[in-house]
């Protein structure tokens, strides 16, 4: 096996959650602010240093105010969540080979949680979790990618990094860890992607088998 560590970003990788984040970006913006927000901008920001910084860009004034009335309308919202077709699958399969499965994401992991409740096998199948409160630095920073390998005693070398913002590349490039870009997010566009100069872009869950 060429990377016995394969981790994973959570959001427009392995669930489907790009619909209700938009929702929640929105009504939160609407609500504290009045305005609805850029969704370009919103979109952008998505897979980033995290909620309070995608915030502050909102207003930097009101992040306290716009983070608790985002997680209101959002956190409920987990129990409608999908996975994306075949993912499952192709996180079962690296298992039965053997590889070590881990999620590493700028949500908060009490946030994970829903998600993890919501999909059981999630929980199952992976052995570590490093969410947004396990490192000072978040993504682009290589830093979540280092403590997961950290915490499962891995060498980069050994690990990929599968995700699909540019701020999931640059973590896993600036990691020295293989870099996978998944093209069917629905956040992020293919060139914005592609850009980034990934080590794969894929489109189909089934193609990171014959990458690790």
Known sequence: MRYPV???????TLIDSGPIIMASMRHASVTVLGQEPDEERVRA????PGLIAQMRDLDPDRVDELVEVYRA????????LESFEGVFDMLAELDRRGHRLGIVTAKRVATVR???DRFPLLDDLTEVLVGAEDTERHKPEPDPVLEALRRLGAAPGDAAYVGDSPFDIRAAKAAGVLAVAVGWGGIHPDERLAAEEPDALVHEPGEILDLV
């Open 45 to 48: 920001a998505i897979g980033g």
């Open 73 to 80: 309308h959002n956190e409920p919202l987990h129990a409608t």
């Open 6 to 12: 394969v981790l994973f970003d959570l959001d427009g």
């Open 114 to 116: 829903l998600a993890l």
